[in-house]
């Protein structure tokens, strides 16, 4: 799973001729990509159910004396474009971190319990993170911010309505959990301007979200994780 993992890495972060698109003049979506030598950008089929962008876009195409108002409230703005992106961006890391796949034990995956689950859902956004740096920060500032503020948001609330803890354990498990996304996405962003970025990037996966250490600072590794590597 490790493998697995990686290629959704490459396949997000390393895509340099791709930019975000943008149609007429909007933004289409911060998951939309198109190369460099395509005249317009394809529509994605979206797993999440529902898209922010595209209700945004049918709102703007409405008759003129039901969008204006919309429009001088400035529902149609940069910002709110981008913080539509965000939206249908977290979404699509929450499908993709649900994969079963990800957690099937025979093939080395992650062991199901809710702290991986947020540690896979955290690594699908850093692949979004790291790839929205490689566009200009006026275009992608909001949409980096919002994601992993919705990310937060959600951890807050399945903390509180599923794990039902009170408002200062969560505070405590919220901030030893930020904590540790944050430092983990560090050795991520390290791995990737490494000299050989799949090796040490499969060495920060396995060390960050397969290898366990118990009550006594022992550390184990299942053996099908470490076979992957």
């Not at 876009?57 to 913080?83: C, I, K, T």
């Not at 979404?91 to 809710?114: I, K, T, W």
């Not at 992608?140 to 948001?153: N, P």
Request: charged share 25%; hydrophobic share 40%.
């Amino acid at each position: 799973k490790i493998v697995a993992m990686l290629r959704r890495v490459s396949s997000i972060v390393a895509r340099q001729p791709l930019t975000l698109a943008f149609a007429h003049g909007r933004l289409a979506s911060a998951i939309r990509l198109r190369s460099t030598v395509t005249a317009a950008p394809e529509k994605i089929a979206h797993d999440i159910g529902y898209s922010v962008v595209d209700e945004l876009e049918r709102l703007e195409v409405l008759p003129w004396y039901r969008s204006l108002p919309l429009r001088l409230s400035g529902v149609f703005s940069d910002d709110n474009r981008q913080a539509a992106a965000a939206s249908d961006m977290y979404m699509h890391c929450d499908v993709q971190a649900g994969d079963g796949q990800l957690f099937e034990p025979s093939a080395g995956g992650l062991e199901n319990r809710y702290y991986r689950r947020v540690q896979a859902k955290g690594l699908h956004c850093w692949m979004c993170y790291a790839r929205l740096l490689q566009e200009p920060k006026e275009v992608s500032h909001t949409i980096r911010k919002d994601m992993m503020e919705k990310l937060w948001e959600q951890v807050t609330l399945d903390l509180h309505q599923e794990q039902e803890m009170d408002f200062i354990t969560l505070s405590k498990h919220l901030k030893e959990m930020q904590l540790g996304w944050h430092g983990f996405a560090r050795n991520m962003d390290d791995a990737l301007t490494s000299d050989d970025p799949k090796a040490e990037l499969a060495d920060t996966l396995l060390r960050n979200l397969y290898t366990e250490t118990d009550e006594e600072g022992v550390t184990t590794t299942p053996p099908e994780a470490a076979a992957a590597a």
